[in-house]
DNA sequence: ATGAGCATTGACCGAAACGGTTAACAGAGG
DNA sequence: CCTCTGTTAACCGTTTCGGTCAATGCTCAT
């Protein structure tokens, strides 16, 4: 990567990443021109080949970014410091959502990129994964306290139930392509209320 | 459609359907070659062109499909005439993994084609669509006994969480490619479990 | 065996798209 | 005027695309 690109205004950079994003987050690494990306970020194809020597370097670029923003607004966020389940999701879903305002696309990319399976790509992309794999969420569920919770419940599906409707809702709106940030954040603010409604045990309850 | 298609052996038919269903559903339309359709499915690409005059045909039959299998294999699971929210939702999810089954790319097939913006089938997407829109979950929650569930509870609320985890567990399967289907069966039921041991009220506090 | 009729394909076509290069242009500063 | 830097239109050789067509094999009644 020619170092000029960072030494570019910080919107232009981002203008280019964010097309970069969206064009290889709708098509296959090998269908995804950078004629197109080039076009979406407002520039030239040439200059575009001007700040990426190729192709390859500037997918893996967008990449690593990928890796670098998530793992630092996820740490930044203070979700892995709660000691209140809900509250540690909560700050963990505002942390996706400010990366996903900052680049809508990036999300989406992610994914594509870790089922990529053109040679040219495929290798590094698995390759830089193996240090990313979460182990937070396992080691989360083992520090609430059960007592917490309504008595008798799986807190091992209420974790993953909670998870898989997570990723439902997120990626409803990632879907439809244009996104309301503070429609979603409303939206999820009020699941995370009612699960706190249904899973957690009631103040009369543990009165009794 | 040239109408020998149809007169094909089922299981060639099929084969020639999950391969468009497949190709298409990884990339946008015009991104999606003919030839590659016709590798996937293990003929040549002048044979699909016998088949379906042009690229349009061909993708507009697959959405036709699409919506066709759908809608009957909803009907048939008999999931619309249950009583019972929870064993709605378990016929519900069963046709879907029938579906799935026969037509694994289809899923991911329809919602790529709903947001298809390439005018050349875009129109005739919407326009076909505009049928199917279902109306059947409104209704469903209002058959509903509130006093079958725990007091206070946001039924509404419960019901959209609980499309959304159904629509992120499916996802998780559908992203990995290959899919253990009665793995997947396995851990819907659970999924289904456990609702209905945190969402119903309990015989002991109906008992009360 | 023969030939009519059908399924199937390799080879081909013109057009377009691709990754990448290059020579030239525009503008700011001296 | 010249130079340096950011920027691009135009271009190149190659590949891929949708679609066609003549030719190949296959089946089966004669």
Same mark, same amino acid.
């Given at each position: $990567? ?31 021109? $950078?004629? %197109? ?12 080949? @001007?700040?990426? @020597? ?23 966020? /203070? ?36 089922? %990529? ?18 182990? @937070? ?19 091992? $599906? ?18 439809? /392509?244009?996104?309301?940030?503070? %429609?979603?954040?409303? /939206? ?16 009369? %309850?543990?009165?009794?």
């Amino acid at each position: $990567m020619n170092p000029k690109f960072l030494s570019l205004p910080e919107e232009k950079q981002q203008a280019i990443l964010n097309a970069g994003y969206h064009v290889f987050s709708q098509n296959t690494y090998k269908k995804s021109p $950078m004629s %197109e990306i080039a076009e979406a970020a407002g520039i030239s194809k040439a200059l575009l080949f @001007h700040y990426f @020597h190729n192709k390859k370097e500037l997918y893996l670029f967008l990449w690593d970014t990928c890796a670098r923003v998530t793992v630092e607004e996820m740490e930044k966020s /203070g979700c892995y410091e709660q000691t209140d389940l809900f509250a540690g999701m909560n700050y963990g879903m505002q942390a996706k959502m400010r990366i996903t305002r900052r680049y809508p696309d990036m999300a989406l990319f992610a994914v594509k990129a870790f089922y %990529e399976k053109d040679p040219e790509v495929s290798g590094e992309i698995q390759k830089s994964m193996e240090g990313y794999l979460s182990v @937070h969420a396992r080691r989360k569920l083992q520090e609430v306290d059960p007592d917490d919770f309504i008595p008798g419940i799986d807190l091992n $599906m209420m974790y993953m139930e909670m998870y898989w409707a997570s990723e439902g809702y997120l990626w409803e709106f990632l879907q439809r /392509g244009s996104m309301d940030f503070d %429609e979603m954040e409303c /939206g999820f603010q009020k699941l995370l209320d009612f699960w706190k409604s249904v899973y957690l045990k009631k103040p009369q %309850e543990e009165a009794q």
